[in-house]
């Protein structure tokens, strides 16, 4: 992806709003704002931004679970599957 086709100025985006966002959610690419000339947002199109949230809580899932590691903060998984069989049948 090269972000340097993507980079345009706040006043081209307010004149061709709707043309933006066909474009973005077409090409699933997003697009730098700048303001004043420097960099100020990104706009990117609802499926990458969903894509993008669900890796982010994926990771930390594997964050916790690599950090409870290194804390020896581990269960073996029969005595997982026992409390797991227990909490149900107490249901």
Do not use: F, H
Not at 31 to 51: F, K, L, W
Not at 68 to 77: F, L, N
Not at 83 to 89: D, N
């Amino acid at each position: 992806m090269r972000y340097s086709t993507q980079i345009k100025p706040i006043s081209y985006l307010k004149a061709n709003a709707a043309q933006v966002l066909r474009d973005i959610a077409q090409q699933r690419e997003p697009m730098v704002i700048t303001q004043n000339g420097e960099a100020t947002a990104v706009i990117q199109d609802i499926a990458s931004y969903e894509d993008a949230q669900e890796t982010l809580a994926l990771l930390k899932i594997l964050a916790l679970g690599n950090q409870q590691i290194e804390q020896s903060r581990i269960v073996s998984a029969v005595d997982a599957i026992a409390r797991i069989r227990q909490r149900t049948t107490k249901a």
